[in-house]
């Protein structure tokens, strides 16, 4: 809700009408008063027009009868034709089709919820609906009509919680209130302003007066509070009393001013009249704008800018920026333009491209070359005065006399047969000059050195070094010797760019303005900085440079308005403090500046015909940052505003418009910011942009904040506008879908391993019982093999035993017996276990071995080896295996003569036991040709299936039989390996 203030009028229509006529008289005494004082300069800075918007630019009509800057920024017109809006970049227009009551529009209120009221001619009242962005008509537009009749139109409008007041303008010049309260419409005769109480507004207040001259009614004042704290209303009231009181008269002819509208913008009254746009402050200064034209109505954007609109020629928008500009376009030819400037003392002098040279302090032209088609590039300054040489070698000079007054000229010939553009003092003596084509040095009025060479710029250095540059070079002469210039191009890192400018400075910098490269500064010939449009520079383009080094700025005209550079100076480098760009929007004639120059206090910028002088402590005061609306976010050519809007998997393309409002935007392309954050991932780093849209393609699923916020020139960042959408996964990708799966894959995976476990116990139980079988298998196998070695060996001893009884040898019958029946006990007690110590098995072998060896003692000796013994003690193997191999040896190896048997035991791992049994005899596969093919050694074939039954149970064992004289074939080896534990 917006409150007015309502004050009494001290006077009534009669009173003051009468009072006015009374003082007629002294109208124009009190107008040239206050011009004079105007001209003198006191307190109020200039107002410059710096922009003008009509039809052609999109408004929907010249008529335009009210302006108001609304809460988000955005500036709304009432017009003949309907309500338009400006967006920042373009007029949006709304007729009857969109809502309105009827098209012809006179003004527009805004309530504290932020709804805008607007009032129509035919006295109906429409509402743009805040929070739904849509126009609705007042809902007792009815009862207003009955009560009140046809086109009376409500001229003010003030709403409260509960209730609203109505201010109409009847066709016979009558003003009443009405308050609308519980849906009853009654007229107020008596009001009061304590029926609000002292509500501070937050953008309007009121004042009842009569209008000036004839209309007994009232006007709205608007204001910007939050600005500049809370509104003195009584001390406004005395401002305007005063205005009236001493009859402040507009230019002469004008005998009555009718005041539409008031505005109060930085501590400034601002009247818009039929005679044009009057500021005051301070109760005495006056600047008028537009005195020609018929004002509507007046209001301040967030910028400081006044928006002023007219009732025939459209909008114009006044800045608040001290910068004064000049035009010439009256004094100039159409299509001059200024070519060079220069300031002598206080005066500015301008020269033109079809050779004109004007001052432009008294708009006066000093000389004129036109008709010798003489332009002037260059001003020389030469002993106090500006000089100028014109083609037909006149030397004209501009000086400024002893006494305070206007510029004078003098005219002279020059007897160079080419004319310079400009003549540099080196010295008392010498002099440097350059023309078209050419440069020379003259001494005494006689040139000592010429060169043909078309130089851009010169300056002269403090201890009277000559810089000069063509081109991308720049060349210095020290101490006159033309014959030897310095090339520094290379070591300033210039790179494609044309110099076009150079000036030296108070505190020996070199300063180069450059097209293409920026602005380069030195000191001693070395580059101490560089700065171009990466470092804030509206532009790489600079066509020359001024260089404040009192206040340390480098002014820079560029093709895009002006850039200042605040410098701190070091010993050896030159830092930048701040960059302030200066465009059109800020008061400049254009953005494309030819030129820059000092004169006093100011800095002036020229371009073709209008120049502009603007204060060198000037800066650019802090405003509030645009605020950015959110327009819309498009998917699949539908539009969401308010609502966070959720999107399928498959529509993942979006758009999002947004704008902001502002005639200062940056000119680095960084208008807006904005970055889109994927809320899992919130550290989205921020994107720049110009433009007031954003494609997103392909966006993955999850939760989203897209921000965006902009800033002008000379403001902060704004708080982010924000919207949030989310775009659902895919059927399979979903949470829920995602767990389910998960416990499923879960659930299968787990009844999966438990019915592997449960096979593979079922499986290992079997294996289990059929190992289980295979073993006992196996250990009746064991047993059934020694017990058919038991027989066999027994037999064999018997036969023994019974051979020495029949020879009579009773003795070694009985040590036979003796040695029989103890390996007989050891072979019982043996046969039953599978696994013997080896030093067991050892002695059984070796009582074996002497038993035969008592059968026949001439048939063989024995030997047993045993390596490592001290190793192999504790371990076991299989038992009764050794035996059999020797016996078949004693039995078939040594037939013929007397032989040699030989037994080596050794560990060949933690897990093997190699045993040889070695003879000398007649050979195993001898002996096997010689035997029956029937014949078989029953103890090999039990050795040899015992071994197997060891394979199959995994371990290591085997037997191999070789020759001992492989030529031969006499001896055997026989080598057992086996297992061990």
């Known amino acids: 809700m917006l409150p007015f203030f309502f004050i009494d009028p001290l006077l009534n229509s009669k009173t003051f009408l009468s009072l006015i006529i009374s003082k007629i008289n002294f109208v124009r005494l009190i107008f040239y008063g206050s011009l004079l004082l105007f001209c003198s300069g006191s307190g109020l800075r200039a107002q410059e027009i710096i922009a003008h918007f009509t039809v052609n630019d999109g408004l929907p009509s010249s008529e335009v009868y009210y302006v108001h800057c609304d809460y988000d920024g955005y500036i709304w017109f009432c017009t003949d034709r309907g309500v338009s809006r400006y967006n920042g970049y373009e007029f949006e227009n709304f007729s009857t089709q969109d809502?309105?009551?009827?098209?012809?529009?006179?003004?527009?209120?805004?309530?504290?919820a932020h709804n805008l009221w607007f009032s129509c001619f035919d006295g109906s009242i429409f509402i743009r609906d805040y929070a739904s962005q849509r126009f609705r008509p007042f809902k007792s537009n009815d009862k207003l009509k009955s009560l009140l009749g046809n086109y009376n139109w409500i001229d003010g409008i003030f709403v409260t919680h509960d209730s609203l007041l109505l201010f109409p303008i009847k066709r016979n010049n009558e003003a009443y209130k009405y308050l609308l309260e519980e849906n009853q419409l009654s007229r107020v005769d008596d009001f009061s302003e304590s029926r609000f109480g002292d509500t501070e507004p937050p953008y309007f207040g009121a004042f009842i007066l009569p209008n000036f001259y004839l209309t007994p009614s009232?006007?709205?004042?608007?204001?910007?509070?939050?600005?500049?704290?809370r509104l003195d209303i009584e001390r406004l009231y005395q401002h305007f009393k005063h205005f009236f009181h001493e009859k402040q008269v507009f230019p002469t002819g004008y005998t009555q001013c009718f005041i539409k509208d008031v505005g109060y913008f930085n501590g400034m009254l601002v009247y818009s009249t039929d005679k044009g746009l009057v500021l005051r402050k301070n109760d005495q200064t006056i600047f008028h704008v537009l005195p020609q034209t018929m004002i509507s109505s007046s209001d301040q954007d967030r910028e400081g800018n006044i928006w002023v609109t007219t009732t025939n020629k459209g909008v114009y928008v006044i800045g608040t920026h001290s910068i004064r500009r000049k035009d010439l376009s009256e004094i100039l030819d159409n299509g001059d333009k200024i070519t060079a400037m220069e300031a002598l003392g206080d005066h500015l002098v301008v020269g033109t491209h079809k050779g004109y040279v004007v001052d432009v302090s008294n708009k006066k032209v000093m000389f004129s070359a036109k008709s010798l088609s003489s332009r002037v590039k260059y001003f020389s300054k030469e002993h106090g005065a500006l000089t100028y040489y014109s083609a037909n070698g006149l030397k004209v000079s501009i000086f400024a006399p002893a006494k305070k007054g206007k510029l004078q000229s003098?005219?002279?010939?020059?007897?160079?047969?080419?004319?310079?553009?400009?003549r540099l003092l080196v010295d008392e003596e010498s002099d440097f000059m350059f023309g078209p084509g050419w440069y020379s040095l003259r001494r005494?009025?006689?040139?000592?050195?010429t060169r043909q060479q078309h130089l851009n710029h010169a300056c002269v250095g403090e201890e009277g070094q000559v810089y000069f540059c063509y081109g991308a070079q720049i060349f210095v002469i020290r101490n006159l010797d033309f014959e030897k210039p310095i090339e520094l191009t290379r070591r300033f890192g210039i790179e494609r760019a044309t110099v076009r400018h150079l000036s030296f400075t108070e505190d020996s910098l070199l300063v180069i303005a450059t097209s293409g490269d920026g602005v380069l500064v030195s000191r001693q010939d070395q580059l101490i900085a560089k700065f171009g449009r990466a470092d804030g520079l509206l532009s790489d383009m600079i066509s020359a440079c001024y260089v404040d080094a009192e206040n340390k700025r480098i002014w820079c005209a560029t093709n895009r308005g002006v850039s200042i550079i605040d410098y701190e100076l070091g010993k050896?480098?030159?830092m930048a403090c701040s960059i302030t760009n200066l465009t059109k929007m800020h008061g400049l004639p254009t953005n494309y500046i030819s030129a820059i120059t000092d004169s006093g206090d100011s800095v002036w910028v020229t371009s073709d015909q209008s120049l502009a002088s603007i204060p060198k402590t000037f800066y650019l005061e802090a405003v509030a940052p645009p605020k950015v609306d959110i327009v819309a976010l498009i998917n699949a050519d539908k539009r969401y505003s308010d609502s966070i809007p959720v999107f399928?998997?498959?529509?993942?393309?979006l758009e999002i418009h947004y704008q902001a409002i502002s005639l200062q935007r940056p000119e680095d392309k960084k208008f807006y910011r904005y970055r889109l954050q994927f809320l899992s991932e919130p550290d989205e780093e921020w994107n720049y942009t110009n433009e007031r849209g954003i494609w997103f393609k392909n966006l993955d699923a999850g939760d989203y904040r897209f921000e965006v916020s902009a800033r002008s020139q000379n403001s902060s960042w704004s708080q982010p506008g924000v919207m949030a959408f989310s775009i659902t996964p895919f059927f399979w990708d979903r949470l829920?879908?995602?767990?389910a799966f998960w416990l499923l894959l879960l659930f299968l995976l787990t009844a999966s391993i438990n019915l592997y476990i449960h096979n593979l116990k079922r499986k290992n139980l079997k294996a289990m019982e059929l190992t289980d079988l295979k073993f006992k298998n196996h250990q009746l196998e064991l047993a059934s093999l020694r017990g058919q070695m038991n027989p066999h060996f027994t037999f064999n001893v018997l036969n023994s035993i019974q051979n020495l009884i029949l020879k009579g040898d009773k003795w070694e019958a009985n040590q036979l017996l003796t040695g029989f029946s103890k390996l007989i006990r050891s072979s019982l007690e043996y046969s039953r276990i599978d696994f013997l110590p080896i030093q067991k098995e050892l002695s059984f072998l070796e009582n074996y071995l002497r038993i035969e060896k008592k059968r026949d003692p001439d048939k063989f000796d024995f030997q047993l080896k045993v390596y490592n013994q001290n190793e192999i003690d504790d371990l076991y193997i299989p038992s009764l295996l050794v035996q059999p191999i020797c016996e078949n040896a004693i039995k078939h190896a040594f037939v013929e003569q007397h032989g040699k048997l030989e037994v080596r035991v050794k560990q060949l791992s933690e897990e093997t036991i190699e045993v040889k049994v070695i003879d000398d005899g007649i050979g195993y596969f001898n002996a096997s040709r010689k035997r029956r093919a029937t014949q078989t050694s029953l103890g090999m074939d039990i050795v040899k299936s015992r071994l197997d039954v060891f394979k199959r149970e995994g371990m290591k064992a085997g037997i191999t039989i070789n020759p001992g004289n492989p030529i031969d074939q006499r001896g055997t080896v026989v080598t057992l390996i086996l297992p061990c534990k």
Do not use: C
Not at 218 to 229: C, I, M
């Open 99 to 112: 809502g309105l009551t009827y098209n012809t529009v006179f003004k527009v209120f805004e309530d504290k």
């Open 444 to 449: 005494n009025d006689s040139i000592v050195h």
């Open 410 to 422: 003098s005219l002279s010939s020059f007897s160079l047969s080419y004319m310079p553009y400009l």
């Open 736 to 739: 829920w879908v995602r767990v």
């Open 572 to 574: 050896d480098k030159l």
């Open 648 to 653: 399928e998997h498959h529509q993942n393309d």
């Open 218 to 229: 009232y006007f709205t004042l608007k204001s910007r509070p939050a600005n500049q704290g």
